[in-house]
């Protein structure tokens, strides 16, 4: 039965059209059950019925004229239930309704299953049998699994439809948000002059000859992405033009050369060829790791190759002279491919494949551009069609119809208003209207060089990300390089307390240098695991924190990853032997650094239970939204499939936000939250009525969220939470606080999602 399966997918995949591909399921399904019928229905939801489009069984008369209304038939009760319906006696069922057109009046056995995709009914498949019995478990698993495939091609294929068509019906396909703000402009789709599919192998008796065009390619090559990061320098921050030296460092491997230049002297291949065969072995390894971080570098590894190609056929990128803005369509946007097109001709980024921590991802947040990836279309047929493109929400939608496109119009023209308004008060102090004071912190990492009034606006640095130089660079970093790095922010938020993350890889954040293969890497080795097993990194690095701080005295460190008070034991007394070698060292030339603040921050689930047991040994807490949210919800907020399930307002999450701040209060400790919910309008307003008073977000909020907290009241937002936290639905919960912004006329706050 599994081979007769796979034959059917693979005829339904490889179908030139859904036509096509319905035709060949429905009578290899029927021949494979022995079956008397097959037929597959389509949902038609503006008219709200199911169409009959293809049948091996039925009149091929009714095929395409025969309608059910969805509240109507068997067809339409599964429809409803979204479930299979398994009936040995299929006339004697009060849904059943007879249509004389189709001619199924011999059949008794009925078996249909819902065609879903995204939780959506696509479609009805249904089996019929003259003779009455009950269709067996594997005969239900079988149906089962063929509807899946076919959702596929019907989805696909609704899509290419409507973007051929005039009709007004615009389509929104969701995917993974990775730079938000809202963008309008025709599609063009980008493809590589040279992809490494498209390169024929050949052999070459010039080995020398091959050699040197290599070497010169190289040389174009890194000319080139030298021009690239050139650009950047004065537009963006340092760490985002440390993208470009990844580029490098692999064009600077030795292993990546050598086996091309082995290729060329051993096997006789051509340049061409022999960067074929390299590199696809390279991505074949890396695309086959569970990290992925690592399986992004999959991607960069793919870029400098067809770079490569490109050169070694002279094909030159080509300039992008565009007259108006427009939306970058790719299977994979890089970050080689952002830096080339021009800032002012970038409205937005859409990528079939990536992910927020994809190079290309980190770049267009760094420029401000919306972006949107790990999404399903057929980019093809997209090429020159008119796009929005949501970076908040992860939607983008095709052709939008004159009223979904004034809509947005109006809500980008709303948004540069409302950017303009908060930063006339962007240094003003951050209090409540009624006075309560609360500080409004930066999350820093990627955004060091940035300019000084922005830094004036926060009250300090509430996240220092220390991994991302420990990623951007090809070896671990020297105590020196960390100690000249962390003086820098100390000193730029001199009076002001920088907290310092302590390194926090592993997970979605592994470093190229140092591999970790996992089944499951988010619950693996990361984070404090991994500096605790290795102490040699740990006090290089907390040596440098603390030579850091000297005549700066603003640093604070914060531990990530807690699940025990174990961890936090060990971590203390490495603390201690630093700071004792430090000081030691200092004392010997008259100098002096005072003891840091310590924290732990809590993103684990199992440290929410441990905060009485964690208190005597930390001197602050600090609240990771991010994966706290990931972890108590079991979602990956990475995965596009299940991205619509990850929700910081999910009433899981703020009964365990409001049962952390309970028990800070009740031992003294500070608290504050450093993850996106601290960033979002509603998400301040609950943290706010919960008793939070210190939110660390990225820069691009703290101007909104300053403007937003000198216009609510702290005694109105009590009486709402209690409403809220009773709650079990997160959408009833925004509903509560998004018609409290509605009241003080605060709706630019709320997404068009709100």
């Excluded at 050139?230 to 030795?254: C, E, G, N, T, W």
């Excluded at 790990?374 to 939608?397: F, M, R």
Aim: with cysteine; charged share 20%.
């Amino acid at each position: 039965m599994l081979t007769t399966l796979r034959q059917i997918v693979e005829s339904v995949t490889a179908a030139p059209s859904l036509f096509d591909a319905m035709c060949a399921l429905v009578q290899q399904t029927r021949a494979a059950m022995h079956v008397d019928c097959c037929s597959v229905y389509i949902s038609e939801p503006q008219r709200q019925r199911y169409r009959l489009v293809a049948t091996d069984g039925l009149s091929q008369e009714a095929v395409g004229k025969a309608v059910l209304p969805f509240n109507e038939g068997l067809v339409g009760l599964v429809g409803r239930r979204e479930e299979l319906i398994n009936l040995a006696d299929a006339p004697a069922h009060s849904s059943f309704k007879y249509l004389p057109e189709v001619g199924e009046d011999e059949f008794k056995t009925f078996l249909g299953v819902p065609i879903m995709h995204q939780r959506n009914v696509l479609g009805v498949l249904v089996v019929q049998q003259t003779l009455s019995r009950q269709f067996t478990e594997l005969d239900e698993s079988f149906l089962v699994t063929l509807a899946a495939q076919l959702a596929v091609r019907i989805a696909h294929a609704e899509l290419k439809g409507l973007i051929s068509s005039s009709s007004n019906n615009h389509r929104a396909v969701h995917g993974i948000a990775v730079s938000s703000g809202m963008a309008i402009a025709k599609a063009w789709v980008w493809q590589p002059k040279m992809a490494l599919s498209q390169v024929n192998l050949k052999h070459s008796d010039e080995p020398e000859l091959q050699l040197e065009l290599l070497n010169q390619a190289v040389l174009q090559v890194q000319m080139d992405l030298d021009s690239l990061a050139m650009r950047f320098q004065d537009a963006v921050q340092i760490d985002s033009q440390s993208i470009f030296d990844i580029y490098q460092h692999i064009l600077a491997d030795p292993n990546f050369i050598l086996q091309i230049e082995q290729e060329i002297t051993e096997n006789q291949w051509n340049a061409t060829s022999a960067v074929r065969q390299v590199s696809e072995r390279l991505i074949a390894q890396f695309s086959a790791m569970s990290d992925p971080y690592l399986r992004e570098r999959a991607l960069d590894i793919r870029d400098v190759a067809q770079r490569l190609l490109s050169c070694l056929a002279h094909s030159h990128m080509e300039q992008f002279d565009f007259k108006e803005p427009v939306i970058l369509l790719a299977e994979e946007v890089t970050a080689t491919l952002l830096a080339e097109i021009p800032k002012e001709r970038l409205a937005g980024v859409v990528s079939v494949r990536g992910a927020v921590n994809s190079h290309a991802a980190i770049l267009a947040r760094t420029m401000s551009v919306p972006a949107v990836m790990g999404l399903e279309l057929p980019i093809q047929e997209l090429d020159g069609q008119e796009l929005i493109v949501d970076g908040s929400s992860g939607d983008v939608i095709i052709q939008p119809s004159s009223a979904v496109l004034a809509e947005y119009e109006q809500l980008i023209q709303q948004a540069k208003a409302f950017d303009n308004l908060v930063a006339k008060e962007a240094q003003l102090p951050s209090e409540t209207l009624d006075g309560c004071p609360v500080s409004v912190l930066l999350n820093a990492g990627l955004s060091l060089d940035v300019d000084s009034c922005l830094m004036d606006c926060s009250d300090g640095v509430g996240l220092y990300r220390t991994e991302i130089p420990f990623m951007l660079h090809d070896s671990f970093p020297s105590e020196q390089e960390q100690t000249k790095r962390y003086r820098t922010i100390l000193e730029q938020y001199s009076g002001r307390q920088v907290c310092m993350r302590t390194l926090d890889i592993g997970g979605d954040k592994p470093l190229p240098y140092f591999p970790i293969s996992e089944e499951n890497p988010f619950l693996g080795w990361r984070g404090i695991r991994i500096t605790l097993d290795h102490p040699e990194l740990f006090l290089a690095q907390l040596k440098a924190m603390l030579r850091a701080s000297e005549h700066n005295d603003n640093l604070a460190i914060m531990l990530p990853m807690i699940s025990c008070v174990s961890e936090v034991q060990s971590a203390r007394r490495l603390l201690d032997q630093a700071w004792l070698e430090v000081s030691d060292e200092l004392r010997e030339r008259g100098g002096a650094i005072r003891y840091p603040s310590l924290g732990a921050m809590i993103e684990v689930p199992a440290a929410i239970y441990l905060l009485p047991d964690l208190a005597p040994y930390v001197d602050f807490w600090s609240v990771g939204t991010n994966d706290l949210t990931q972890y108590l919800l079991a979602v990956d907020r990475n995965n596009a499939r299940v991205a619509d399930m990850y929700d910081g307002l999910h009433p899981a999450v703020l009964r365990a936000l409001q049962q952390i701040i309970q028990t800070a209060n009740q031992q003294a400790k500070p608290v504050s939250v450093c993850g996106e919910l601290a960033g979002d309008p509603i998400g301040v307003l609950i943290l706010l009525a919960m008793g939070y008073r210190r939110f660390s977000m990225n820069l691009n909020n703290i101007a909104k969220i300053k403007y937003l907290l000198r216009r609510v009241r702290t005694d109105a937002l009590e009486p709402l939470l209690a409403q809220a936290i009773q709650l079990n639905d997160s959408a009833q919960i925004r509903k509560i606080f998004s018609a409290y912004l509605e009241s003080l006329g605060l709706q630019s706050f709320l997404s068009k999602k709100a």
